[in-house]
Nanobody
Framework: VQLQASGGGLAQAGGSLRLSCAASGRTFTPYVMGWFRQAPGKEREFVTTISRSGGRTDYADSVKGRFTISRDNAKDTMYLQMNNLKPEDTAVYYC????????????????WGQGTLVTVSS
């Protein structure tokens, strides 16, 4: 499955952005999906993940209560609604897919999108 992330851009602190991840090549219903991010000079880190049905989610503590992950299996698209953005959210955001279980470990994800840059100004 090929993944294409979009929706990044520049936002002010306290603002919002909505990222999308569109799948192609095959339906993404069989996959657990996730969002990860990588800030300059830092390791890639887990943001959030969602189960195949969308009924289970998990979030990094740093984004709980501010970010919401969702998916529309009919459209083969996943979303990340980011509210109350902070400068420390600045990073390249990657969507990823795994045929396994919900995981916070990027090594568990087999497929990756190209990333979309989110910049939050103070």
């Amino acid at each position: 499955v090929q993944l294409q992330a979009s929706g990044g851009g520049l936002a002010q602190a306290g603002g919002s952005l909505r990222l999308s991840c569109a799948a192609s090549g095959r339906t993404f219903t069989p996959y657990v999906m996730g969002w990860f991010r990588q800030a300059p000079g830092k390791e890639r880190e887990f943001v959030t993940t969602i189960s195949r049905s969308g009924g289970r989610t998990d979030y990094a503590d740093s984004v709980k209560g501010r970010f919401t992950i969702s998916r529309d299996n009919a459209k083969d698209t996943m979303y990340l609604q980011m509210n109350n953005l902070k400068p420390e959210d600045t990073a390249v955001y990657y969507c990823a897919a795994t045929g396994g279980f919900l995981s916070t470990d990027p090594d568990e994800y087999e497929y990756w999108g190209q990333g979309t840059l989110v910049t939050v100004s103070s």
